[in-house]
């Protein structure tokens, strides 16, 4: 598999790497997740993503790897850990990578990300703005002096706000999540711009949309689309033709688009099974969208480049979408069917 340079890190990291939320019991648990893994390794994928907030995927992922001998970038993260959670708290902070460590059975983990630093009505991490503050740097800045991760990194999901944090410099990663992917395109106009100009490294999360692109017939769905602007709603029509005209699969479609973008570095693909896995990396194998496809598919994109300002962040199309909660996202990539 293709590998990129993650920005100043200097890692190289394969495109597609693990996204934790299914390495858990949400899932198949520690024997399935095992399997994936270990195809994963197979099959060139060198990277996995987990958080605290992503229910017991740690403790899974950390016993699915333990015999793992391939050289495995492992990113957690701060946040919700311990509970109630005080991200003012430098000690309960240090305590939270403590037990990652000890979840995930390592000594240290290559990348440690403040989860949701772009939301303080759920996360308060800063005590300043203008300069950056809070207790949070000081003990990114310890853990790293003592070779206990060996960079820092921002997972967010805004622009505006992350794009704010991604200009002062001071963290060597950013995952980005919900504002990146074949129809939503906000965060290539600030976010990614102000991450390559810091040579940060790229993470590119929710490429699939939390799974309504992979779901075409939810997607055209008028019952799903009464909360929805009208321009939103003929976008999602014009993009089901799409599928329909080129008989490209929404998955292959999404991972097509994305890897296309040189400045994204690696794309967690959250697989609940071996077959999820390898459709997602043979779609990658195709290289980019033909021109003709992805002239069109930003043409659609095209007709709501932005958000509307009352428009969810997180759209669960379908109504039986039992999804995980805002916090619990992270850079989940759900795989949903092929379209047909």
Known sequence: METRKL????????LLSIGGLYTSSLAGGVSETKRIMHKAVDLGVNA???????????????????DLTAPLIVTTKLGGRPTPFNPQDAAGLKASVEESLRLL??????????HEPDRPQQYPWWTSYDPLEGPVLEVLDALKQAGTIR????????????TYLVRQNQFDVVLTAFNYNALFREAESTVIPAATANDMGIVLGSVMGQGFLTR?????????????????REQF??????????????????????IAEPRIHTIPIGCKTIDQLE???????KGPLPTDVRARLDEIAAILPYRPYEEPMILPLGKNYHGPGIANMGAAVQVGKLAK
Do not use: K
């Open 151 to 162: 960079f820092t990194g921002l997972a967010g999901t805004t622009v505006n706000e992350m």
């Open 7 to 14: 920005g100043r890190t200097g890692l190289e990291i394969s």
């Open 216 to 232: 075409p017939a939810s997607v055209s769905d008028p019952s799903n689309q009464v909360w929805l602007s009208e321009a939103r």
């Open 48 to 66: 996995v993503d987990t958080a605290p907030a992503y229910a017991d995927s740690e403790q899974t992922l950390g016993n699915a790897i333990a």
């Open 279 to 285: 459709t997602c990396v043979a779609a990658i194998e």
């Open 105 to 114: 059975g390592r000594q240290h983990v290559d990348i440690l990300m403040i």
């Open 237 to 258: 029509q014009q993009y089901v033709r799409l599928l329909d005209e080129s008989g490209i699969s929404a998955v292959e479609l999404c991972l097509r688009f994305a």
